[in-house]
């Protein structure tokens, strides 16, 4: 197995989600709101999420909208919340797998 592999896919992972979480803030300032930003970048590209999110409107008075940021978190937890039963469920043989 290659040592490096290991090593660039938590970097890359975590610099995507520093792309992500930028633009929900970037989104927080405009109509669409932080939520709906950063799942729209969550779900195809930071790169789409930046672009829809640019293309709204700023909000009026300079505020910030957080959307449905709590609507977010309960998605994720569930989907976090399956995959840790499945791995738990499978004795980690999921793991083996991949």
Not at 48 to 66: C, E, S, Y
Not at 68 to 82: D, N, Q, R
Request: aromatic share 10%.
């Amino acid at each position: 197995m290659n040592v490096k592999m290991f090593v660039k896919r938590p970097i890359l992972s975590g610099a995507i989600s520093m792309l992500i979480v930028l633009v929900g803030i970037i989104g927080s300032h405009r109509r669409i709101g932080f939520g709906w930003a950063f799942l729209i970048s969550l779900i195809f590209t930071p790169l789409v999420g930046l672009i829809v999110a640019l293309l709204t409107d700023p909000l009026p008075g300079g505020g910030q909208r957080w959307g449905c940021v709590g609507t977010v978190v309960a998605i994720l937890g569930l989907l976090f919340f399956a995959a840790f039963l499945l791995l738990a469920l499978t004795g980690g043989a999921m793991l083996l797998a991949l």
